[in-house]
Each structure stands twice: as C-alpha cells, then as structure tokens.
C-alpha cells in the first residue's frame, strides 16, 4: 500500500513529519521517493495521452469546418439553380456539423485546462521530490557520521585499547629506570663548576696552611740556631 492515497496527497505533504513518525526514517524516505517517482511517470503519461487527445480533436475540428465550408457552398450552388429547397437541406447538414464543432471545441477547451493542471502539478511534484531527495541525503550523511562515531566509541572502549595504554605505560617506566641507571654511571665523573670552584678554595687553603707551618717551622728552627 502506498505512503500517499492521491496526488494531493504528496504535494501537500510534510516530509519532515512523515520522518520523524517513521520508526525507520531512512526506510520511509527510500519508500517516498519511490511512490513519488511513480505517481511523477504516471502524471507525465496521462499528460501524453491528453496531449495526443487534443491533436486528434483539433485534426476532428479541422475536418468539421472544411465540411462545413463544403455544405455552404452546396447551398450556395443550390440557390444559383434555383433550388432552395436543396439549399436549405445543406445548410441544415452544415448546422448538424456546427454542433459536433462546438461540443469538440468543448471538448477541446477541457483538455487544455486538464493539461495546464498538469503542468502545474509536474512542476510541484518535481519540486517536492528534489526536497525529498535532499532529505535522504541528509540522512545519510547523518547515518555515515553516526556510524563513524559509533565506531570510535566502540574503539575507545574496547579493552584492548587500554590494555596497549597501560603497556606502553609499563615500556616508558622501564625506559625511565634504564636511563636512571646510564645518568647514575655518569655520577663523579665529571665536577659542576661550583664543585671545581670549591676544590681550588679547598687547595687553596691547604697550601696558606702548609705554609704557615713551614714558616713556624723555619722560625723556630732559626731561634734554635741562636741560641747555640
């Protein structure tokens, strides 16, 4: 069964409505296309058949008005013989044309009405469908961004992911430790500049008080040689 009951129906429709009650809205726009693009190819072939109708009345309507011309000219030729009575039968002929002329001129007016109709109801339908095409686009773009981010979430998610985190954890720790060990090596094998300036205030002080005893020590050992 179809989604719309009548061409109306369609054109007067509110898709976005219609989505958001479907249960499955990218269903429901696949199945509204679809009934749109139908009723679009069944409007267009009756507008062809219309379309044909008329060209067939108007050849009709030509027929009956060259009869027409052909039955006045009978009466004409009737009269010039003197023959009113054959006169009047073919004016009589040419009015029984000029009924059938009229009500296919009726007839031909309906047509063209029908198919000015028509036309306007193409041009909306054809608008309505683009509309609706737009809409599936749209959904689909929000099916893929959806699906994308379903899957980044499952990753994130997944164990597995924080099971490689927490052994990259475990490899940068032990990559610490290892360059700990190599910094420890290195320890005393090289002074800092303030240890190099304290080791020379050190040096420095030792060779004033080694100094100082051999100074004591010569004045001591010149008094001693006085005495003597």
């Known amino acids: 069964m179809g989604i719309f009951s009548r061409l109306s129906d369609i054109i007067n429709s509110n898709i976005n409505a219609l989505l958001d009650r479907a249960e499955e809205p990218e269903k429901m726009v696949r199945l509204i296309i679809q009934e749109m693009e139908d009723t679009l190819v069944e409007v267009r072939s009756s507008a062809a058949r219309t379309i044909a109708e008329k060209k067939d009345l108007g050849r009709t309507l030509e027929r009956l008005g060259a009869a027409q011309a052909e039955w006045e000219k009978k009466a004409e030729l009737a009269i010039s013989r003197g023959r009113e009575d054959l006169a009047k ?26 198919l000015e109709r028509s036309d306007v109801d193409v041009s909306r339908l054809e608008s309505k469908l683009n509309e609706t095409k737009a809409k599936q686009k749209a959904l689909l773009a929000r099916h893929d961004t959806a699906n994308a981010r379903l899957k980044v979430r499952r990753k994130l998610n997944d164990g597995r992911v924080e099971d490689a985190f927490m052994r990259f954890d475990l490899v940068e720790k032990r990559l610490t430790r290892v360059e700990g060990e190599i910094e420890s090596y290195d320890l005393g094998q090289k002074q800092t500049l303030a240890e190099e300036i304290d080791s020379l205030a050190a040096e420095s002080a030792i060779e004033e008080e080694l100094a100082a005893i051999k100074a004591r020590m010569s004045d001591q050992g010149q008094g001693g040689s006085k005495k003597g």
């Open 89 to 114: 039968a073919a004016l009589v002929e040419k009015a029984k044309l000029g009924e059938s002329a009229r009500a296919l001129g009726e007839e031909l007016s309906h047509l063209d009405h029908a």
